[in-house]
């Protein structure tokens, strides 16, 4: 997937402070394809990618600078697990090549040892660890009272995508 078809959603962690209709999702994010007719990512409170006119008007390089920037901004200005963002942005192809290969085993590293796995093995595994990712999310979503269909489908939509296969392909070559 580009940037240019996918929409980033998430909700910083710190907004249930803030705001306590928005704690059900604090924290979280997912990866929903644009346009988002089915309006996956309502229940979130920042959306951007392609749902942003300008994203489109950038080429690739662009691209990758801004998704960096993306992950950034999430992490530091929005409090989401480093992790977590890794492995939802993982669904960009220019995201993945982006990253410097120590970078992309570093990741990958600590998502494994997070969710259990010895080691990164391949393609089975990182789709393993992103789908244990994905349902940690959901369950974090439901314990804090969501109860949107729409959430649930779109944080597990994140881990469905077949670029979750294509990005681990590439990052082992």
């Known amino acids: 997937m580009n940037l240019t078809d996918g929409m980033i959603a998430y909700t910083p962690a710190w907004i249930g402070e803030i705001d306590p209709s928005q704690a059900a999702t604090a924290g979280l994010i997912a990866v929903v394809p644009w346009p988002d007719r089915h309006r996956l990512s309502d229940e979130f409170s920042w959306t951007f990618g392609a749902c942003d006119a300008a994203t489109h008007k950038l080429g690739v390089p662009e691209r990758e600078r ?36 120590q970078a992309r085993d570093s990741i990958l590293t600590t998502a494994n040892m997070r969710f259990g796995e010895r080691r990164y093995s391949g393609k089975e595994t990182f789709a393993t660890v992103r789908a ?23 944080l597990r939509a ?14 082992r070559a």
């Open 132 to 154: 244990a990712e994905v349902e940690a999310q959901v369950q974090e979503y439901l314990a804090r009272g969501g109860g949107s269909e729409r959430t649930v489908v779109a």
């Open 158 to 171: 994140s881990a469905l995508s077949s670029a979750f296969e294509e990005t681990a392909e590439e990052w």
């Open 66 to 101: 801004w998704l960096l920037q993306a992950f950034h901004g999430a992490v530091v200005g929005g409090g989401l697990d480093p992790v977590r963002v890794h492995l939802a942005l993982a669904a960009f192809g220019e995201y993945a090549n982006a990253l410097v290969p």
